[in-house]
Structure formats: C-alpha cells, structure tokens
C-alpha cells in the first residue's frame, strides 16, 4: 500500500523567510504532484514531476523530486503571506494507475507580516 | 474553456433527500474523478471515468451513484446519505482518458454537502 506522508503538518514563518516542506512516500513511484488549496476553495495545480532529479521553480515555490529517496520537497524562498494557504503533494504509481492519487496529509502554511 | 465547474455551490439535504451534484468541463478532458474532502484532511478518491465508462470505483457505498452522460459532463446522485457524509465533493478532470496517464488533474471548486 502506497503511503505518503509530509512534514511538518503545520508551518507558522515570517514574511521573507526561507522554508521546506517535505513529502516522503513508501513505494516506487514515477509521478509526484503538488497541489495549493486556500481555505473552502479547490485545488490548484502547481508542479509535475516525472523523474529523478526534477526541478521546477514557479516564483517563491520550488519542487525537487529524487525518485531513489522516495523524497520530494517543496522549497520557500523569501515568503510572502499570499503563500498561506496548505499545500499537498499527491503521488501515482503506474502499477495502481496514475490516476489513482494518494495525496499527504497537507502541510497547513501561515506566513505572517 | 479552462476550468471545470460545479453546481450547486452549496447543499443541504436530508437524509431522505434524493439530490445530485454536477460537474462540468469543456476542456476536452476524456478522464473525470470525484473526490471527497473532509475539512483538513485531502482528498479521498472516489470515482474515475475514463472515456465515459467508469474505470474505478473505491469502494463507494452505494447510495453515491455516479453517471456520466457525456464526456463534457459528470454527475453525482445522492440518496439516503448520513450525516457522515458530509463534506465538499471536489470533481476533477484531466486531458487524457489513459488510466497511467502522468497528466495532472484539474479540480473544480466543490459542492460544500450538509446532510441533516
């Protein structure tokens, strides 16, 4: 059974601090996923990674993934509170179908002022 | 069309209520899922639709039915649910309808379902 867990679960930090979350999952997998959700709102597609050794940048968020650590992590660069918000990454196996997600527990992220 | 949408917003139903849930988009996507989300917790899947024929199903009980009429359209039909289920239901396409697929899903904004 594919299981993914991330840490921390809750994340408080100041405006313009560095950060990361981290995602780490139990078997092999060749997809890995992060997601934003702000409060009673949906999901929002961040980063796809498909391989070892990934690397995406979208402004402040950076992911990496490396397949072999079953690790993914998901980095802040100089924080800003529209960041706040809880981010999951979510994990395919080809084996269980790509579409079939198991998504971590989310790590709630506050960035205050 | 860049974005899936969900109606109603908002329900409350009872428990002898019969109701559904829409989910729209026009994107082109040929795979379409729904979730379950409880408040701070993920997702949990529910269904998948892959080219119009569901292709998984977790174990959902059966008063959550199911249906899609077309490759632009889901729906989700209620039927004697408890209070336990209680929850946003999130809808979620992606463009291709091949079950590997490394697509990334596109999630609508939810139904928020009370059930009294």
Redesign the interface.
Known sequence: ELKVEQNPLFLSMQEGKNYTIYCNYSTTS??L?W?RQDPG?????LF?L?SNGAVKQEGRLMASLDTKARLSTLHITAAVHDLSATY?C?V?N?ET?????T????T?LTVNP | DTEVTQTPKHLVMGMTNKKSLKCEQHMGHRAMYWYKQKAKKPPELMFVYSYEKLSINESVPSRFSPECPNSSLLNLHLHALQPEDSALYLCASSPSGFLYSTDTQYFGPGTRLTVL
Not at chain 1, 97 to 101: Q, V
Not at chain 1, 103 to 106: D, K
């Open positions: 060749d997809r996923y997601y709102k949906s999901l929002e597609s796809v498909l999951f979510a395919g080809e179908s790509g579409s079939r997600l998504f971590g527990e989310g709630q």
